[in-house]
């Protein structure tokens, strides 16, 4: 049996992927969606799914959900926005760090889509922060790479 005779065995018994899966399994992805599922991999650390929404709307509706957005917000207003999620104070800081290598070492979130897998995970990992999860998390979801979790 071919691995798409059973993905598509599994996607008839239980249908398409819901909530947090809806985007996360989406293939392709926008820019956008790539950059808010890798921000939501690091809201969703130690986070109930229904916190790290909040926390994603209110980014949203502030306009900094991007790498570049988070980046140059200021670091106690990315706080307050992220705030629902938890440990908000870590978290800004890691959105932080990650949005700094995505934009000013890879040079955007394209450029880092076109990088080796492996390349790109050693560079995640490097961050203080992201552990092996996280970066297979933003590999897997947010770049569509074939690694597990």
Sequence with gaps: MEIRDIYRDLKEKHGKPGGQW???CKRPKT???KET???????TQRANWKNVVLAVENLERAGILSMEKILTCGL???E????PSGFYRLKAQRLKVLAGF???ECGGTEKAGG????QLRKGLLSLKGIGEETADD????????????
């Design 22 to 24: 809806s985007l996360w």
């Design 31 to 33: 820019l956008k969606e």
């Design 37 to 43: 599922v890798a921000a939501e991999a690091i809201l």
């Design 76 to 78: 106690a207003n990315l």
């Design 80 to 83: 307050l926005l992220i705030r």
């Design 102 to 104: 995505i934009v000013d």
């Design 115 to 118: 990088m080796f897998t492996e």
């Design 138 to 149: 933003i590999l897997l979801y947010a770049f569509e790479r074939p690694v597990f979790v």
